[in-house]
């Protein structure tokens, strides 16, 4: 996916509540005029007062104000019923809000097991996929793989959900100069600071001598230029006469120690770095949702939907439960399973949209076309389970990813268990074509095509020493049928599906503009819990 187009960490979570400041300088803070309406006109007086502050969640600040129970009290009335489809992180969020509130949820989950796509997978699990295939983990004692979501930025509401929930994180390292970068061709493959540093010094250099050869004059003052090349030569590393010769910052082929270290032969020249098309892969992490640093929870991303789980009550939670019809009624809503009949004030459908889109409802043909515009978007993982840690021992690198320009695109290096005996990396993590590509063949040959490209960075030991393995295609997952979705276009479908149909709220990442992220999902669902809330203080009490 591309970069995201500006829809920043402002005003996101819970930390981007307001009051603070205000409460500072001993002014009556927003917060403290808004407690103070809803104590005394309840939620849907708080939610006008916040509409008029600009506060109300459609408003640009996206501040949330969870349901609170007492805002039920208040009226002398009972929370309303609430099904929720789908125990992934959108729905599991939303059962978890609303339930904080003391609405009385019901989550039907289809597979097995909660989570969706945060599925972290540990010895003995088992993986199904439509066409019958089915893996058995056979990984060690303490290792795990997360085949789904693996990384979380600073910026995103996962972060605080992690901090509720008592979720402990750890640093995910999405950036290692140690980490290769390989393009088909290369003899071997290089370190990702000695490509690094060939593109920052050539670039730096190419731009130093335009601009001091005054071809930049009409942008730049002479003080202008001064700066310019004072910059440059810190990026790029280059002399005095400004050109690029490589630099400490390439590697070594002996590192520094006792005695002076030796240097890697280099650099290739200008053109030749060019040509090993490295540019993409050190610009990796350049975006706001790649930067360092990213974080995960310790012991595997399903912590967090385990611990949202168990908030919301395992009790609340049915599996086994694929939905067969959702019926909107004039006062409530009936979802139909194979186990029976829900009815309830309100459903929240946190279920990918094309699957949505193919179940028998009575929303209207517009939703139907709208659930049927997103298009799902392949995405395949292999976990690779080793009996010892090469890539530190060896290759020293301790977490981060190989950038590649194979059909296995990334390798994974753990960020945890440094120097244990054991460790998981991650083979290939592949989206579009190739992930229909691997998803396509059988786990042996995906296994067998991971193992002959990783070789040609790692070495024989990459297939020798192999333990087991396990392989994800996501669009192939029963219940899911997809990495994520891509819009081929905003308008319309997007911002019908944003509003309920009906007494049917929607929800999930593909809904906003963190789609494939975690945090997507969750801000989703705060905005149907928000929704549903405020509707439901409304409403007449039943
Ligand atoms: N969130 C997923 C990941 O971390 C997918 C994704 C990648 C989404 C890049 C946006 C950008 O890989």
Redesign the pocket.
Known sequence: ?GESSGAGPAGTGTAGGDGRTGAATGTMTRRALLVGVGAAGGAGAMFAAMGALGLAPDAQDRAFAPPQGSDFSLQGRGAAKIVVLGAGVAGLTCAYELGKAGYDCTVLEASDRVGGRSLTLRGGDRLAELGGQTQTAGFGEGTYFNAG???IAPWMLTMDYCRELGVPLEVFVNNNASAYIYTRGMTAPVRARTARADMYGYVAELLAKAADAGALDRRLTGEDRERLLEFLRRFGDIGQDLAYRGSDRRGFTTYPGSAEGVPLAGPSSLAEVLSAGTGRAITMDFGV??AMPMFQPVGGMDAIVTALARAVGEDRIVTGAPVTRITNLPDGVEVTHPGGVVRADYCVAALPPHLLARLPHNLGTEVTAALRTPVPVAAGKIGLEYGRRWWETEDRIYGGITETDLDITHIWYPSHGYHTRSGLIVGYYNTGAEAEVYGALPHRDRLRRALTQGKKIHGEKYRAELRSSVSVAWHRRPYVEGGWVRWPSHDGGFALLRRPAGRVYFAGDWLTRLV??QAGAMESAREAVTAIHRRALAEPPT
């Open positions: 996916m979501p693996g990384r949702e790649q494939a992220w």
